[in-house]
């Protein structure tokens, strides 16, 4: 990779100017801006990381039916994707085809707010995407100790989880295709069983259960951030972009087909286990899915269910470390990391990335689950609310830039596109309890000082830091008024 220093940087490629000057294209190229020898990934395994990304299946929804029964749980399913999940897969694909790099969202703040506020959105998110990964081998090993019950406790389920942790993690290692066709695979295996559920469910199915509401005994804050953590992270896949075939035509694409596989995912299995067995909500926890299954259809239904179950978590944390790990390269192309985090393997894939991932995880993997849920969504929230504000003032700042995929709305229309989600976003917060948002207010804290450490440590030459030169740079020089764009 040829890489140029930032300290000598010279404009080359403006974003925008004032009226009556021509805006550039900044996305001429049909793909991304680098080619390194590996294969590029294409609709159909993009279409399952998003869905991995986002989902992986309807493992973990069942909490919403213990917190608020059937009908609040399937209404959610619905309405709660259209108040969040499609204005944030729509600001990705807008974003996302505006700026087809690695890094994704790291860029699009860092363009609009500056690079300060570009590091602490990578930091946030970064931090978010470890915590969650932390979970999915615990939750794989929770699955299997009911076959396998030395896996429930001590040594062996240390030792098996961090052996799972190391072999998801070398499959990350050998390149981005085969994450990509693994979560197809997977996916199609997750998901096969509920629809075999759904039909042996039907001589038992009654309508009437899926009406069951009771408002005064609704656990809001697990209903919401049930809701939240199972529809969020469509703007993960951004961090891949420079490495998708064509990501002006393909990401855009492979999103619309990702929310409706998403919302399918939950909406259909949910509607056969409230429908086809009496409500006993105290028994919607995690895994109950299997045991609605051996109602169903019988143990083999139920094996099936936990063995997808598992692979599902599997492909959840190759998903996500491959989001993580290229976004800490991306940030390292574009100067805000130390050069070595651009590094990439024989494979193409970003070593020292993957590394310091999987680190995050392996240390991050003794918190519970709903510390993990809720810490997660809070730094996710303050990273989300910094993305409204990039794409709202890249909208007002430059009106006429080239976006390939462009949401139907004017500037008057997406401000009132980002309202709901930015109101849902203060209601998950203010229903945090006092120890995650302390936690989550401490890592804050922790990037907000990082990077001027890391400046200091640029200025006085004790770490390299390098800008990829097959990177565009996006500040006119008629633009001083302007917030620095990437560095």
């Known amino acids: 990779m040829k890489l140029r220093s930032t300290v000598n940087r010279q404009v080359s490629v403006e974003m925008g100017q004032s009226d009556a000057v021509e805006y550039v294209n900044i996305n001429d190229q049909p793909s991304s801006p680098r080619v390194h020898g590996t294969r590029k990934v294409s609709i159909l395994p993009l279409i399952f990381l998003i869905f991995y990304e986002v989902s992986g299946g309807p493992f973990g929804v069942e909490d919403s039916v213990k917190a608020a029964g059937p009908l609040l749980a399937l209404l959610g399913f619905l309405v709660f994707p259209i108040i969040w999940s499609v204005p944030e897969a729509l600001i990705t694909a807008e974003m996302g085809t505006m700026f087809p790099e690695n890094g994704g969202y790291v860029v699009w703040v860092s363009s609009a707010l500056g690079p300060y506020w570009g590091f602490q959105q990578g930091w946030m998110k970064w931090l978010s995407g470890v915590i969650d990964n932390a979970l999915y081998p615990v939750l794989f090993l929770d699955y299997l100790k009911s076959g396998i019950p030395a896996l429930g406790n001590g040594l062996p389920r240390a030792f098996a989880a961090l052996a799972l942790t190391f072999v998801l993690t070398f499959m990350n290692y050998r390149g981005l295709t085969i994450v990509g066709w693994a979560a197809v695979l997977l996916g199609i295996f997750s998901l096969l069983p509920f629809v075999v559920m759904g039909l042996v469910s039907l001589p038992k199915l009654e309508p009437s259960r899926w009406l069951v509401v009771n408002l005064g005994e609704v656990d809001w804050n697990l209903y919401l951030n049930t809701l939240f953590w199972n529809l969020n992270y469509w703007d993960s896949i951004s961090t891949l972009a420079g490495e998708v075939d064509n990501p002006k035509k393909t990401l855009p694409k492979a999103l619309f087909y990702a929310l409706i596989l998403v919302i399918f995912g939950y909406f259909f299995p949910l509607l056969v286990g409230t429908g086809a067995i009496p409500l006993d909500r105290d028994l919607w926890t995690d895994g109950y899915f299997s045991d609605i299954a051996k109602v169903l259809g019988g143990v083999w239904l139920r094996w099936w269910i936990q063995g997808a179950a598992a692979m599902s978590n599997m492909g959840m944390f190759v998903a996500e470390m491959s989001s993580d790990s290229f976004q800490l390269l991306g940030m390292a192309e574009r100067g805000m990391l130390p050069e070595f985090f651009a590094k990439r393997s024989r494979y193409g894939t970003p070593l020292i990335g993957i590394i310091f991932s999987a680190s995050g995880v392996v240390l991050l993997s003794w ?82 000082v990082m990077q ?30 302007v917030d620095s764009l990437p560095e």
């Open 367 to 448: 918190l519970s689950f709903q510390d993990i849920v809720a810490a997660e969504n809070f730094l996710y929230c303050f990273g989300m609310i910094m993305e409204f504000i990039a794409f709202v003032w890249l909208r007002i700042q430059y009106p006429a830039a080239s976006r390939p995929y462009k949401i139907p709305t004017g500037t008057v229309g997406a401000i009132i596109m980002c309202i709901p989600p930015t109101i849902l976003i203060c209601v998950v917060l203010a229903l945090s309890t006092l120890k995650v948002a302390v936690l989550s207010i401490g890592a804050v804290v922790i990037g907000l």
């Open 452 to 481: 001027p450490c890391l400046k200091y440590a640029e200025k006085k030459r004790l770490m390299k830091f390098s800008t990829s030169a097959e990177l565009p740079d996006l500040h006119g020089p008629e633009q001083e008024s």
